[in-house]
């Protein structure tokens, strides 16, 4: 019996001395370098080739990933206010009487002034270079109502996309449809209120 591949006679336990030697081990090539080991991130973090991920660690999506885009919030109405010299106010001014009444005459023409109510507030009054005034609402003319003061009355827009009014200390006072206005007391205005100011001033109030 011999040993297939050394030859060995296991019956009379001597070698084949006919059997080819063993191969030499494989010696490696001086001249073919091993590939050198990949070196870690020098800032710690070990790149990632893949796609972006928009899952987070716990699977669920990233913030940036699931907003949505708010829904705007519908616009409001929009609020204007329409300047008018008002026959029937003037004669109750002067039915009140006062120092000045008997002088002061109903304009012959007063051009209608419209007005778009915007940002926080809108001052009616008159214009003032002295005073480094300039209402959003000019009432200066012509023609020139003399009862309306410099700062007469404002107009002070609120939360809910309402306006209210506020007479902040005038010389003739103010008025919303016929009732007088506290100083400093905002009263809230509706569709269609009339705010009436100097001698024959009347602001009436739009919401559309």
């Not at 120092?99 to 778009?116: K, L, T, V």
């Not at 002295?130 to 959003?136: A, C, D, I, Y």
């Amino acid at each position: 019996m011999f040993c297939e591949t050394c030859g060995f006679n296991y019956a009379s336990g001597t070698p084949n001395v006919n059997a080819p030697p063993p191969d030499p081990l494989v010696q490696p090539d001086p001249l073919v370098q091993p590939d050198p080991l990949v070196q870690p991130d020098p800032g710690g973090s070990p790149s990632y080739a893949g796609a972006a991920s928009t899952t987070n660690v716990v699977g669920g999506t990233s913030a940036a990933a699931s907003a949505a885009p708010l829904p705007e919030a519908p616009a409001g109405p929009a609020w204007t206010a329409v300047v008018t010299a008002d026959r029937a106010y003037f004669d109750s001014v002067i039915a009140a009487g006062g120092p000045d009444a008997a002088s002061i005459e109903f304009p012959g023409y007063c051009p209608e002034r419209r007005f778009i109510l915007a940002g926080q507030e809108m001052r009616i009054g008159r214009r003032s270079a002295s005073r480094g005034l300039e209402p959003e609402i000019d009432l200066t003319g012509p023609p020139a109502d003399p009862g309306v003061s410099h700062l007469h009355a404002v107009l002070i827009a609120q939360p809910d996309g309402t306006w209210s009014v506020l007479d902040p200390g005038s010389s003739n006072g103010t008025q919303v449809n016929g009732a007088d206005v506290v100083t400093g007391v905002p009263v809230p205005l509706h569709d269609g209120d009339r705010v009436a100011v100097g001698a024959w001033t009347v602001l009436t109030i739009h919401s559309k």
